[in-house]
């Protein structure tokens, strides 16, 4: 047992870091701006955005999150997490180190499932961040947190897949450079309760897929990456388009759901530090009655309650990475529930600590923390809300003493 | 004792239930479409507003909140209060009824302290719902929650007050309709701490008046209403435009409060149960893992706790509201406190079991929950953040034992 | 809507208060001492006890519990409330006023459905405080909070009942004063849900009642009322013994459950009234870090707290009885459920905060606070556990949209 | 980084395992018992004790709390936490292997800072297990959580030291085998802050030294073992009997402090992880509304809470135990503040969650869970209330930004 990064990792921790100094937080306005200045927040992609990717690659820190070392940086979970959390400090600072979700997992299953032909295609541009990408699971119509509810379609005809159905949330289809889906429906409803589901390579621009409309978190479009509300009707695809193939769906869906988890728990974890570091840095600078605001009472119970909450769920989080590399994902199935649920529930704690250390500014968009806890709220929805992480762990708590 | 509502408030009550569901609920999304398409969301009020409030007017459901008879509906407080609850169940009710915010407490301040001139000129457009208000308090570089730190000024110049500063969170300041401000600032930085500050009537039209900016709260932009930032750079108004005396801003601001608190908790509560009862209604419509999601034992211990929740907050504003109109707003400042901390908080936890029920749909623009949540969410930090209050309450606890 | 008690009520809420600071608040260490002295702390009666039983009779103060009023006080619901909350503050106060539980409950019971025979044997002498009494349902082998669980039996056989069965948390059994149980168990498990249960009088001293142990609760016996586990063997009791009527033990249960909750809650209330007091006290009187602990921010967040969650569980409380008298149990329902939940946990949330202000003194016996704790922590329990009276509100709460 | 426990590590674990399983669990009743049949709690210890501790001296799992491996086990903190964790899940355990408070940090003190006569006369016969101690710190009249509040007095007077105060929260004074305490008190109200305290070695016999009486914690009275409160009046020790030198009394308790915190928060976690398996059996036997209560959804949360809470905080501690092992108490300042709120509070949530489970039974004697209870919450206080640590961990963090 040893708590202390790795030398390679304390290294890559240093270069994220001045990197965000340097290039990611002084340009977080300079983002919003060029956005407020192109005017179409979804059609235009602010200029700031090659530059900086242009920046990563060449310092090296461009697809950290890829573990397959003839794609990507070969990092393990372990080591990709402290930097995934650094990332997770700005809402730009993902896309720019080409880490982002959809695009990793998506990038991930084709490294992993992809055919040669499907990697030329996808993979490869995926991975020099010329395109963006989506994926399309979860449903309107039904409680996707039971994935057994899913009602889309893929059927087979002839040398194609013919697509049905509705879904919303698929986010990143707003963007203009999101040229692919991975799209997740029912191929064979009569088969074993998870060998139903397959999922299948989706082209934006296939006939019959109609973006019917943003969806907007808490009034925040995230445009232009954005969450769509798509209809499909009768598109078509190849039928090389399928992932794996057919009836794979869920099982690529839990080789996929741990490294996502893992990522957007070390991104919770970077968001949530940044809040307890503003909220530190605000509160030694004004007074109220007397004194600086860091030094009341219920203000130090805030800042020192955050620190706990962090601290916990950064080590549960990097334990549930280390138990992937080591035991895999089954085995860490019940660690990777645990962190889906610690993380978002931590992260919003010491948020909203931090937008009430702010006081209005706090609900505002003169600092990232009222994004922050937005964009940590849906994570308590996505993949699965706490409840069925929940439910899952208790039983596998309670199998041990069956 | 007793814990029934009266005769006359119960049919008030049923007349605006009534209201409610026959011109407020269908037309929430009926404004929401006007307004994307009319595309200027600041300058134009979509025309359903118009149309509501003269329904409103005709139907005599008009000014309740004004407890002077001859200016309003002439009820107290706790009569108003259980009306003002079914307003706080829609974004959109309360200017249908010329019940909102800000200015319902600017009218009360005209109507106590405004001369005959001062009354004919804004009252009487503000009771008729020709014009609107806002009311400049909060300031952006220092914490508004200690009082004595507000540094606007406002100069006595011979015939004239010459006002200088910085506000923000001016909420309502950003709607065409908008005609004049309250604004408060000190007058005497020598004077006794509470007769340093004072309050006057400013028109929005004023030269030296520069709307910054509007600010977001959550990605919400509340247009048209809004909350602006504001600067006011030697802006000249004449000296009868004071209200009721130099040095009285902080004795005006003391008796606003205690009404202005009330009727936002009563709206919370509405706002609560609301949301409780759309949890209710889509928890009983869904289904996973083999039964209604309302038959879950998580869920249920959160419609029970909602429920809780709700009618101990509700009972408190009640008897705030009981005792300002008995025993006064300084007699029941603790009260007043309480509810200022209570309301909110209980809100935003039910409106946060609500979002968490409705999974996906819950953060959106659906339903109203994710709206609400950033609205109840200010009001924990708007008039005082909960800290400021919990200190006073505490120490009108300690002070019994002294 | 009026929150003033009555002046009736206002007149005993002196009277009671003024009889708790002569006589019991001075007498609880006394009360101890006595016990100490006398060793056997199981089979002696300290002599206090009588004492200020005598004086509470003379003062009037006596069975104010009892809303019948050719037996007690004749007090509603909603005007005993405020008596039973003072008489909470005190563990020795209840039986002093003889309004302390079972007893309350028993001759509740005895007045409504008693015979005249039945009456006479027990209900006076309880009545007079000559005797005491006990109440045995729960069960130790099954999980009580499922009435539908019981086992014991209650067979007609001849002009007599035979009785056996296992009960656990028989309270008030380990007093040697205690001549009577009312016992609940099955009569015919044959029957309709809810017409399965009888109740009926048992002699403490019938053959075949065996007190097996006294349970402590946290290292407390409560002695000399105590808490038994009791094995019931082949007990005879003549058949007039029955209450009501075979198959009425659900029914009087649902009838004796409003008015005992509602004595549990103010009870509970008292109990967090005076540890609020007893921190404020102890906070000013202290120092650490160079101020009184009582300026401590964090503190003050305790008091303040502490404060909102009493008035709202009170004004909860005082409506449920207010229910009661006005619109019966059966209406008030979900009332009755809420009160059940909320005010142990405010207790506990309330007394938890006073004992961490006391320090080591507050777990200790120096202070009522311990003992008052783990008192309350059984309240979430006794008479079903929390999570039962919250499934029963969802489910009244979802009812209405069904 | 690393999560597996080392070789070694895991052997200990199966051995101290085994260990608790043939014969701490089994005889936790037989201590029970033979306390109750040898009437006197006070000065006769169960003989079952020294059956087992000869047991675990035999099998070579003794003094494995120190890391001074010509005395002891030499196990760093790291390696002896998962041992300390499992030892805390029976209030039998930690005796039976030596390794119990407040021993364990004298004879730390001792071998770290003893003379060669000190040790030979203490620490040996300690490390035997043939005597026990006391550590006289906690003072009655003053908030002990400030250190600089404490007013006992040693005082140099020739060859001997002359000590007065009176001192509470003496665990242990009250076994008959206990020979000695370290006193805390004040030998130079002059010197510097931290340089005031000295501690010095004080046997239980001497003369002036007076056991008032032995203090319980929520009803329990901890026997033999116990909590005593103490008076000193003019007890004259020998001038060598003070540790390491006058005025070292503060960095010696901080040299105490670590170590000790791990212990306890280990113990904590092995408290809350008996009370969860505990949990989830109970509810796995037991059925309530036609399923078993294990089922209920609820009671799955909080299964799942308690396994999150539990794995968190061991890891947090586990993470102090290795930066204390690296880099010293110092530098782990605030991650030891972490572990002493942390840990406690996380234990008090899982175990008042058992008892919820457990019903009736869970506030009994019956299970070792409310004992466990009370036993956690005196942690929330002992060695400074959460909030002091809080603090420091507060400004920690500020310091960070200054």
């Known amino acids: 047992m040893n708590f202390s990064y790795s030398e ?48 990563a690659k060449e310092k090296g820190l461009w697809n950290l999150f890829l573990p397959d070392d003839s794609y990507g940086a070969g990092l393990t979970n ?16 993902p896309e720019v180190f080409n880490c982002n979700a959809p695009d990793t997992g998506n990038m991930e299953v084709l490294a992993r499932y ?39 379609s893929i059927v087979r005809d002839g040398d194609e897949y ?7 949330w698929t986010s990143g289809a707003g963007d203009p450079r999101c040229k692919v889906m991975i799209f997740m429906g029912k191929s064979d409803p009569n088969a074993a309760k998870h060998e139903q589901q397959s999922m299948i390579l989706l082209p934006m621009d296939a006939e019959g897929v109609t973006v019917e409309r943003m969806l907007p978190v808490f009034g ?14 009768d598109v078509r695809v190849p039928a090389e388009n399928i992932l794996w193939g057919e009836g794979k769906g869920f099982a690529i869906a839990q080789g996929r759901l741990g490294p996502g988890r893992i990522h957007h728990c070390m991104r919770l974890i970077g968001a949530a530090e940044r809040s307890l570091e503003l909220m530190c840095k605000r509160t030694s600078e004004r007074e109220t009655f007397g004194q600086k605001i860091s030094n009341h009472g219920v203000v130090q119970q805030w800042i020192a309650e955050s620190r706990m909450d962090i601290e916990q769920a950064r080590l ?24 889906k649920v610690v993380a978002p529930n931590m992260a919003l704690r010491v948020i909203d600590r931090a937008i009430q250390a702010f006081g209005g500014a706090g609900v505002s968009e003169d600092f990232p923390i009222a994004y922050m806890y937005a964009a940590a709220r849906t994570l308590r929805i996505a993949d699965g809300p706490d409840e069925v992480h929940s439910r899952q762990i208790a039983r596998l708590e309670l199998k041990k003493y069956r």
């Open 8 to 55: 390679k990792v304390v290294k890559l921790q240093e270069q994220v870091t001045q990197f965000m100094e340097e290039y990611i937080y002084p340009n977080e306005t300079v983002f919003r701006q060029q956005q407020d200045e192109q005017g179409d927040r979804w059609n235009k992609i602010p200029p700031i955005i090659d530059e900086l990717k242009a920046k």
């Open 78 to 93: 372990l080591e990709y997490a402290p930097l995934c959390e650094i990332m997770g400090r700005s809402f730009l600072a």
């Open 114 to 152: 992809g055919t040669e032909e499907q990697k030329k295609q996808w993979l490869e541009p995926l991975l020099e961040g010329e395109i963006r990408s989506a994926f399309a699971m979860t449903e309107k119509d039904v409680a996707s947190s039971d994935a057994t509810n899913i009602e889309s």
């Open 162 to 168: 013919v697509i049905n159905g509705r879904k919303w």
């Open 220 to 233: 925040y479009d995230d445009a232009p990456h954005g969450h769509a509300e798509i209809l499909f009707t």
């Open 316 to 339: 549960l989080t990097l334990k549930a990475a280390y138990m992937m590399d080591t035991v895999g994902n089954k085995v860490a199935k019940s660690e990777i529930a645990m962190i």
